[in-house]
């Protein structure tokens, strides 16, 4: 069965320091999607693209937080310099168009601790 | 601008016994609707998705939900719980068209044994 890949699953940083979060999507799926998930809450979308290019960006701090799909298959979600309230697990999701009434397929996440 | 409520912050409920997790949204159209879960340390799962048609939808594991627009709901169901359902369960409402899933906070199901 086709999931989304994530890595690492697990980062442990401290604070300042850059870190970076790799995401292989379902093989075909031309959206991909960069959610925030805070302890407690539930997920915030930070960036989607749709094949190469950002669909929304809006809720992404862009002064430290920087994503990339460049051959609009895998993509790249890097934060520099991490700062603690950066905790969190970070969820990749893809889905086949992202024009409207298709569902997404979400990975197993990465959860990021900043001491 | 669309939101989602989940009012429940935690349920606990006994094994065997019936489950309902409400959940609220905000919408100007009609809304995809979507149930997802999430174990502990986990991605999510969907669990059913409603876009169009049958206001009552059948999802995996059991569950299902019911569509009311009248009221702005979109209520998770399940007759009887197995121990396994506990987790947290998310509500979302899928945003125009592009896709993006407005989440609600979560419902955090306990199930005794």
């Known amino acids: 069965e086709a999931e989304v890949a994530q890595s690492p699953r697990y980062k442990i940083t401290e604070k300042s320091q850059a870190v970076a979060f790799w995401c292989d999507p379902i093989?075909?799926?031309?959206?991909l999607y960069w959610y925030r998930q805070i302890l407690g809450q539930g997920p915030e979308l930070l960036v989607q693209?749709?094949?190469?290019?950002?669909?929304?960006d809006s809720q992404l701090p862009k002064d430290r937080f920087s994503a990339e799909r460049l051959k609009g298959v895998d993509s790249t979600l890097k934060i520099q310099p991490a700062e603690l309230g950066d905790s969190a697990m970070y969820l990749c999701?893809?889905?086949?168009?992202?024009?409207?009434?298709?569902?997404?397929?979400f990975g197993q996440g990465t959860r990021l601790t900043v001491v | 601008a669309q939101s989602v409520t989940q009012p429940d912050i935690h349920i606990t409920v006994s094994e065997g016994a019936s489950l309902e997790l409400r959940c609220n949204y905000s919408y100007g159209a009609t809304p995809y609707l979507f149930w997802y879960v999430q174990s502990p340390g986990q991605g999510l799962q969907l669990l059913l998705k409603y876009f169009s048609g049958d206001t009552l939808v059948q999802g995996i594991k059991g569950f299902e939900a019911e569509f009311k627009r009248s009221q702005s709901s979109f209520n998770l169901r399940k007759p009887s719980v197995h121990w396994s359902d506990a987790a947290e369960y998310f509500c979302a409402v899928g945003a125009g068209n592009t896709d993006k899933l407005i989440f609600g906070t979560g419902t955090r199901l306990q199930v005794f044994p």
């Open positions: 693209f749709q094949d190469e290019s950002v669909v929304d």
């Open positions: 093989s075909g799926h031309a959206t």
């Open positions: 999701a893809s889905s086949p168009r992202g024009q409207g009434g298709t569902e997404a397929f």
